[in-house]
């Protein structure tokens, strides 16, 4: 996968030295990546005249201090998590985005409150609210089924392979609140060692039983193949694998951890101007709203939420299945971007030291 | 059922054949019993089957049909290591990573044989190559000639009773071959060994067995001592394949006893000794070996039927010429005449009348 | 001298050098005459020999220069730099020493590099890096006396690990990457020590590594000896065929292969499937073979199974059968035959494939990364963490660079055992 990444970033640069007029855009890839290119991109370069490219990375953010160390910046906008996009803009990485060129809310509120909280930081503008939740196969339970995150880490009750993704993010919270932290807690508990030990005791339980993944179209795989029984994934995959491929998964939402997509300009992009025209069109209410036709990511902007209508199948509403539909909302934690700035790489070493013991 | 079997026969093949893909015969029907202490040389040319019979006589391959026999003792079912036979290869096969001492010793540690006899038998055996100075040395370090030879020690070393030889000389040039062929037949004669020989080069065969079986198309043509094979060829094949030879094609004008009358294609009528013909107006070729031809009306024998030639060329060469003549419409008839007395340098354009005696002009199959 | 010489010629005609027809000295005119060849040979090489430059010497350089260098924090903090300069190591700091770290706040609030520096830092001492960031946040307000001040703003500044971590840091030169990539670090008082146990990593896993490569290596030679040796003698038209057979995985991306192998492996995947329609194993006894150890074996094996194979079938083909004929003949079973005569003689191809791979098994990372879980990850899979996950270069510099001086040790002893003019790749 990274080496796709890899050639596809070589022949941008190439693609990028023949035509001046072509934005890069770096994102995830997968359903997600689908509902920009839609939303975003098409409108964009029909409006502007100018071609639109979209690659794919497992996580954006990774390559961007690649190509800025290189100096050979291929991407012009790159779609990254709100931890990354603190990270990048701390190193200096990513370009300063002046947040009076935004356009209004379409209710008229100006930018800057109309972002939810969070949203807009010193080099980035949000596009989304998604979330880390778990999700099983209805299919391969006849009795109970799971419905807390607890259930998730209890193999009694429900036996059988869990999928987690490969890495301490995300992870050490789910372990903390099935171990019965409050979700208002979890970050203050994580934040001592203690709680660190506390958490990774609680992975402890099920390390034999899970396989780990990487990229975000893994999880829906691994349910389907019948690998795994539930696996944590990000929202929108599972709603597109479920509504869009017909496969009966079901979200458990108790737990849930929301996080933001932004977009940033890596530092010396070829076309910064026109990158920020894009971020400008690509956020405005209406553009946010259209996104969610396509997977079930809330949008970052408080006035998009009554222009969000049905899914691009013209019957599923999408409220409910959005991170931030009230019911949804019950027990759910908003990811600490500074607390994993700060700690971050602490804690994945300690992950990975965990991982490779046996 | 054993029909061929000899009494005291060492080496026996009873009605061999062989087929690799079961519908074509590289060994038909092959029978011959060689006795103890011979030297016998199998003698083709490639694909005639004769190295198919000696990689059968190892245990390399099994034979398809028939029984060969060592000693009295079927082998067929014998694994190649358990036949006790030596054998030399083309590219002397010396183990690469070995000494020359290491490579003797092989076959004797297998067989179990304590250091000291070891020992003793390596040298003996290198001593009768020569090649006792050199038991330290890797092959990459000898000779093609030395090779040959420590690959004939090895061969030897373990005193096996039979030793083949698969052109063993091939490789050497033909100063060295020659000495080689020597050596190798007096090793013969010293050790009392029996001796299969096989290899394409006939003055080889010629020069060191006691009878050379004359391989073609799967099929010996002839099995006799050398000087039998050279002087009556039993058949077309055997008389081109072995030595130099004129063929006149013709047909039988008469047999009477002894002695036939071919007329040849364009008339003309010679005097042959019939070996494998026809009756009268069966086709023939007659073949009459170089050196036994002659133009002085005193050397050729009387009543002989005599021919006109046109000598084409004349080669001077030393202790002998060789003339090139057009003889009964064919351009390439050789007359080899020994640098003697009264002998002179033909002219080319030159006609003359030559003859022989119908004893050296054998009418043989036509082909 | 050189009248006498000319004086007596022929007093000395063995020191006489030798002269061309013209009387110009022959090893001059052989000079010359070899330098064109020489310069057009050079000319014809020149290519590759920049290639190689720009794309082998010149990276593995710059790698091993990042394993020791970074000056993230060097570059931009000097008035700290200064100070650590300045004084002696385990010096107390004092208020110059906050003046000068506050001037570096304000420096680092300017140049929007608070996060590079605290990112350095956090490498050594986790959890700083949040220090940088917000005290540089508020860096503009910070007055005399400045160490009252800083530390009013965040207690974690009085930290005397911080500041034995920041003067190591001074330097952008560093062998702490190295300390880091064998577990070890130092400690407040300089020492050298072992990283608590639960943070230990890098030696298992390099030790693993080296473990199931050596593994990986044995299995493609079990595999893939009868294989080549079946290659060597059968007819060249079946050989060819076999070979394309043998060769086929090459053609196929090796994403597709890896792929190819989770179908087969996994849970529900057709092994195990067949397992249990066969009766042989429990539906609930699936065997695990995939996303662990035995995962990476598997896959990793067959994927690398070619390049033993290949340099084994090029030793294996010219050797003539007349040398296990001789054997057979001189009274070797088969078995006393093969290993006495044709073993030794393929064990520079046994030597060139396993040395092969080896090596391209110690550095792979899709194949595990894809199907190895957690049991099965190698060293490599934690080098490309590090460059593309958690962005610590030098640290993955330093890994990468241990790995490159394993495999040229191992080069090396190969040399002296076997001898590198005994390699034969095909």
Known sequence: MRKTLILSTALLGL????????????????????SQVEAYNKPFAAEKGVTVNMVDADNPATPIKAMVEAGNVSVDVADVELSDAVRLCDEGLIEPIDHSKLPPGADGTPAEEDFIDGALTDCAVANIVWSTIYAYDKSKFSGEVPTTIADFFDLEKFPGKRGLR??????????????????????????????????????????DQVVWWE???????????????????????????????????EIVWDGQIMDLDLFVIPKGAPNKELAMEYIAFATDSQRLADQAKWISYGPARKSSAPL???????????????PTAPENMKNAVLNDFEFWADNGVELEERFNAWLAAN | MAAAQQVGAFVEFDRVQKSYDGETLVVKDLNLAMPKG?????????????????????????????????????????????????????????????????NLAFPLEVRGIGKAEREAKIARALDMVKMGKFGNRRPAQLSGGQQQRVALARALVFDPELVLMDEPLGALDKQLREHMQFEIKHLHENLGITVVYVTHDQSEALTMSDRVAVFN?????????????????????????????????????????????????????????????????????????????????????????????????????????????????SDDFIMKNRNAVGQRRLQPGERITIGWSPQDARALDPL | ?????????????????????????????????????????????????????????????????????????????????????????????????????????????????????????????????????????????????????????????????????????????????????????????????RVPPDRQIYVNLFLRTFALSALITVLTLILGYPIAHLLATLPLRYSNILMILVLLPFWTSLLVRTTAWIVLLQQQGVINSTLVATGLIADDQRLAMIYNQTGTIIAMTHILLPFMVLPLYSVMRPI????????????????????????????????????????????????????????????????AYHMTDSLNWSLAAALASILLAAVLLLYWLYDRLIGIDNLKLG
Request: aromatic letters at 8%.
């Open chain 2, 38 to 102: 011979e030297f016998l040389t199998m003698l083709g040319p490639s694909g005639s089957g004769k190295t198919t019979c000696l990689m059968m006589l190892a245990g390399f391959e099994t034979a398809t049909h028939g029984e060969i026999r060592l000693a009295g003792r079927p082998i067929n079912q014998v694994p190649p290591h358990k036949r006790g036979i030596g054998m030399v290869f083309q590219n002397y096969a010396l183990f690469p990573h070995m000494t020359v001492n290491e």
């Open chain 1, 15 to 34: 693609a990028t030295a023949a035509s001046a007029q072509t934005l890069t855009v770096m994102s995830w890839g997968g359903a997600y990546g689908e």
């Open chain 1, 308 to 322: 969000v209508g049905l899914y691009k199948d013209g019957k599923t509403e999408m409220g409910p299945h959005m």
């Open chain 2, 217 to 329: 198309d799967g099929v010996i043509q002839q099995l006799a001592p050398p000087d039998e094979l050279y002087e009556r060829p039993a058949n077309s094949f055997v008389a081109q394949f072995i030595g130099e030879n004129n063929k006149l094609p013709g047909v039988i004008e008469d047999v009477d006893g002894g002695r036939a009358t071919v007329r040849l294609a364009t008339g003309e009528l010679i005097d042959a000794t019939p070996v494998n013909v026809g009756g009268r107006g069966s086709r023939t070729l007659v073949s009459i070996r170089p050196e036994r031809v002659e133009y002085l009306p005193e050397r050729i024998p009387p009543g002989a039927h005599t021919i006109e030639a046109e000598v084409l060329e004349f080669i001077y060469m030393g202790e002998s010429f060789r003339t090139r003549m057009r003889v009964a419409g």
């Open chain 3, 320 to 383: 003539p059968p007349s040398y296990v004929r001789a054997a057979r003949s001189l009274g070797a079973s088969s078995w006393k035959a093969f290993r006495s005569v044709y073993f030794p003689m393929t064990v520079p191809g046994i030597a060139a494939g396993g040395l092969l791979v080896f090596i391209l098994a110690v550095g792979y990372y899709i194949t595990p990364a894809l199907v190895g879980g957690a049991s099965g990850q190698l060293i490599s899979n934690l080098i």
């Open chain 1, 166 to 207: 490969k890495g301490a993010k995300a992870n050490l919270e789910l372990a903390l609140m099935a171990d019965g932290v409050p979700a208002a807690e979890v970050y203050d508990v994580l934040a001592t060692p203690e709680g660190v030990d506390r958490a990774f005791a609680k992975l402890d339980t099920i390390k």
């Open chain 3, 1 to 193: 001298m050189a009248d006498l010489a000319s004086d007596a010629p022929f007093a000395t005609p063995a020191r006489e050098s030798l002269k061309t027809a013209d009387g110009k000295p022959l090893k001059a005119a052989l000079a010359r005459a070899q330098a064109r060849s020489r310069r057009r040979a050079l000319f014809l090489v020149l290519p590759l020999l920049v290639f190689i430059l720009v794309t082998f010497v010149f990276p593995i350089g710059q790698m091993l220069f990042r394993s020791v260098h970074n000056d993230a924090f060097s570059r931009n903090m000097p008035n700290l730099v200064a100070w650590f300069e300045a004084t002696e190591p385990g010096t107390e700091p004092d208020e110059a020493a906050y003046a000068a770290l506050a001037a570096d706040l304000k420096l680092l609030r300017e140049n929007r590099t608070a996060g590079e520096v605290g990112t350095r830092v956090n490498y050594e001492l986790s959890g700083s890096r949040s220090l940088f960031t917000s005290t540089a946040r508020r860096a503009n307000a910070l007055e005399p006396p400045f160490r009252e001040a800083i530390l009013a703003e965040n207690e974690g500044w009085a930290d005397p690990r911080l500041w034995q971590v920041m003067r190591d840091a001074s330097s952008a030169y560093t062998a702490n990457f190295y300390l880091a990539a064998v577990d070890l670090m130092h400690t407040e008082t300089g020492e050298i020590a």
């Open chain 1, 215 to 249: 990229a975000g179209a893994q999880p829906p795989q691994l349910l389907a193949d019948g690998e795994v029984v539930m696996t944590t994934a990000y929202n929108g995959r599972i709603f597109a694998a479920a509504t869009a491929e017909g496969k009966p998964f």
